[in-house]
């Protein structure tokens, strides 16, 4: 075979990329600033593919694949870095994708959170949603808010529910609890039941799933705990209106109610390519919890939530749109980037136009807008 796990992964590594495909009939593909790139050689056999999954494959996680069509896990090679690796059968084969998990973690600065959400880190209780989706960044921002957490106070016993373990957090000032569903525990709602009987102080539930893990997860809140969840939805309105609407017609006003109440915060992120140089940047919306948008939880009026977001600057609030149009201002993204991921692309348009004449109005140069 001409290829091996350990010079796959190296490469991975070397390159600074987020994902290694391997697929029969194809040669091993990398995922670099979002692109796929195939690696030079020839295209993988069945065999070269069930080798080389089982290298780092453990018999158990093979029985999985068997039985259930696949497996998670998470593994470290060597000092280097961790994986993600969800192996899976695809026509009848074997398939893998390794997600790398950089061993090093980033600050809120270098991540570009805004700095209204360090506040957030030391509140008593409540709930906090990172929201995005997939591949956007929210286990790396959820990770380094867990980091500062662990960093600077002596008064938190965290308790982490992940499937996988992705970031392993070495006790600091705090006692950090890391329980992966399938190896320490079933299931997140089972997770987080007995998680309130562990002293926590602050939860972080990897993803919230189902009606039993969004209910656990509130109730954690409610009796005093500082609560971490993500979602894959984008916008605050959006995700208050997921969690409402996983619960029975009944007992919606309820949760409006108790929602309006424990919510903290509401992060929503994406990672888009950049226009200036490789690389992505992110893109964030942050809504924090007023009197009046906990009154509109409870009337149900999420949709009125943006206009508080757009005047919330002095809570710290950003609405999406406007960090786009402050990115694309930076020269950081392209206008097509802009249009294509707003909230609200109609008032984006005349924004960029009201941009662009103003510029050519002082004879500025306009933001590089190559895609």
């Known amino acids: 075979m001409s290829y091996s796990m350990s010079d796959l992964l190296q490469l991975v590594v070397a390159e600074g990329s987020s994902d290694l495909h391997l697929r029969v009939g194809v040669p091993p593909v990398i995922r670099l600033h979002g692109v796929l790139h195939k690696v030079e050689g020839p295209p993988l056999k069945q065999e070269d593919t069930e080798e080389l999954m089982r290298s780092i494959t453990s018999e158990d996680h093979i029985q999985q694949v068997r039985e259930r069509g696949g ?85 938190a016993h965290i308790i982490t529910i992940e499937d996988p373990i992705e970031y392993y957090h070495k006790h600091k000032k705090s006692l950090v609890t890391q329980r992966e569903i399938n190896v320490d525990v079933p299931n997140f709602a089972e997770a987080l039941r007995r998680a309130l009987r562990q002293d926590p102080d602050v939860v972080l539930v990897g993803e919230m799933r189902d009606l039993e893990t969004i209910d656990a ?6 009796t005093g705990h500082l609560v971490f969840g993500t979602l894959h939805t984008t916008g605050a309105a959006k995700t208050i209106d997921r969690i409402v609407n996983a619960f029975p ?15 903290q915060a509401v992060i929503s992120q994406l ?3 950049r226009c200036d140089k490789p690389g992505r940047t992110a893109i964030f919306e942050i ?24 005047t919330g600057a002095k809570y710290g609030m950003v609405t999406l749109d406007s960090f786009l149009i402050d990115k694309y201002q930076q020269g950081m993204i392209s206008q097509e980037e802009v249009i294509t991921k707003s909230q609200d692309p109609s008032t984006i348009l005349a924004k960029l136009q009201e941009i ?9 140069d306009k933001p590089s807008d190559q895609s």
């Open 271 to 273: 990672l888009l390519p």
């Open 356 to 364: 662009q004449q103003s510029q050519m109005g002082s004879g500025g």
């Open 71 to 155: 497996a998670d896990f998470g593994f470290a090679f060597g000092e280097l870095a961790r994986f993600r690796v969800s192996v899976f059968k695809e026509k009848g084969q074997f398939g893998v994708v390794a997600r790398q998990i950089p061993s090093k973690l980033l600050t809120l600065e270098q991540i570009g959170i805004p700095p209204s959400v360090r506040e957030l880190l030391y509140k008593p209780r409540g709930l906090v949603l990172v929201t995005g989706p997939t591949g956007s960044g929210k286990t790396t921002s959820l990770a380094s808010m867990i980091n500062i957490i662990n960093e600077e106070r002596d008064d």
């Open 249 to 263: 017609v009944n007992q919606q006003e309820q949760i409006r109610i108790q929602l309006s109440t424990v919510l």
């Open 217 to 222: 997860a509130i109730t954690a809140a409610e």
């Open 287 to 310: 809504m924090i919890n007023t009197p009046s948008i906990a009154a509109l939880i409870r009337d149900n009026k999420t949709f009125r939530i943006n206009s508080d977001i757009q």
